[in-house]
């Protein structure tokens, strides 16, 4: 049985390969950070299962990875774990850094000083970012970094001492330069999910309007359950190597937008330019979507397109196995559930606590 340890397992990602590597008879490790506040609701599922174990570790703390290297001495790590919100990364430069970069230098020395270099293979997860003010359209391996922000800076750091490592020590060590990959799982301060939220929340009347940033950006948009398998692939090579990992296709925010509301049962009708476009609800004529310059990044990137096909030919990982459509289409019927159950709950508590007033029920 092979043991795998997954950093970063509660996020989107993390949550999607634990299940995918369970069902391929993994034993699972996790590690999670100490916090007086629970963010566990993506892997509850999975606790209690005889395979899947956590640990408590931090990649800001070096000691606490090469103890649980110590402990569990993985077959594979998956280096998920990151400071990962781009607008967050010009806020908190220096933790960004601390974690995204020299926490990846962290868990590459652990494991050659566990002994584990020679018997561990590791999966880092690089981003699009790192392509940053683009150079060329679409991207792939052989196209510059040119990154720009505090996020895509650090993670250029984690991307290259991945690729010494492996030349330095002959450690199975690869980078996956995953373009943006979204699902019902995505954190709900990224843009997707923002606006997945949105809309089921301004079909069901919980909300009055969106505001957002640039919608002219670009982006390929993957789904994050398909993306995991890819990672997986990386790693059952004979080589090491790295790899975009995209669908080779682009979207703009504005089309996200209009498919997500189109699920949620509303029709959106644009108006305007620049900060001055506004998104109109056809059948009521109400505005639901204005730009805000509080949602514009110091420097942004707005043309990203990926080119799978060096994943597609060596890996053989389909990168439409699930369209666009059927993403956005999969986000909102989740949302305008959640909402839906949020909603019934928050009047299950009101009704109890005036039936606690009354003195209806003790």
Known sequence: MKKALITGITGQDGSFLAEFLLHKGYDVHGIIRRSSVDYRERIAHLEGHERFHLHYGDLGDSMSIMQVLSLVRPDEIYNLAAQSHVQVSFDAPEYTANVDATGTLRILESVR?????????IYHASTSELYGRVEAVPQDE?????PYSPYAVAKLYGFW????YRDAYGMFCCNGILFNHESERRGETFVTRKITLAAARIKQGKQEKLLLGNLDSLRDWGY?????????????QEQPDDYVVATGEQHSVREFCQLAFHEAGIELRFEGEGVHEKG?????????????????????????????????TKLGWNPQKT???????????????????????????VNLEEYLEKGIVK
């Not at 994050?224 to 692939?233: H, I, N, S």
Request: net charge negative.
């Open 323 to 349: 369209p666009f459509a059927e993403l956005v289409r999969l986000m909102v019927k989740h949302d305008m559930g959640k909402v839906a159950a949020d909603d019934a709950a928050a009047r299950v508590k």
């Open 142 to 146: 052989q196209t510059p970094f040119h």
């Open 224 to 236: 994050a359950k398909d993306y995991v398998e890819c990672m997986w692939l990386m790693l059952q």
């Open 113 to 121: 000083l566990c002994g584990l270099a020679d018997s561990c293979r």
């Open 280 to 312: 109109i609800d056809v059948a009521t004529g109400k505005v639901v979507i204005e730009v805000s310059p509080d949602f514009y990044r110091p420097t942004d990137v707005v043309n990203l397109l990926g080119n799978p096909e060096k994943a597609r």
């Open 161 to 164: 001492i991945v690729k010494e």
